[in-house]
């Protein structure tokens, strides 16, 4: 028997359109993602037969679980800490198939286009926290 190491290269371009400028986007936060609370097809694609890793969207606007310590999408109607923006995912993230918690950038300080926000945001349900990001929307 023997061992043929096998080595593969991808590239890929983030969409970041929902970034309106570079301010900020030089200290961001390091969070871990829940993947049971995120939504595919919105907020994560899943990897196919050619391509097993799937990757969450640079740009999905998350909270955080107030129990678990973990981020999960932005919820103004929910209870349980995710209805505070505490800003969004900086980077593409990718994920093995089965993983459910993935670590990640945190924008928590800059400008947004939210209308290139995946998901889409309502500012009109935005409300100011103390712990909440620092962003301003254009």
Known sequence: MSIQPVSTSEHLTANREWLAALHGTDSTDTITLDLNLFTEG???????GCEPYGRVFSGVPVGKVAESKLYGPYDPEASCG???LRGFVFAEVPFAPGQTRVPAALLWHGAVRA???PG????SQLTWHPRGAQVRFV
């Open 120 to 123: 889409g945001i309502d500012l």
């Open 115 to 117: 209308s290139k926000v």
């Open 82 to 84: 995710r209805q505070v």
């Open 42 to 48: 919105v907020h994560y694609q899943c990897g196919d």
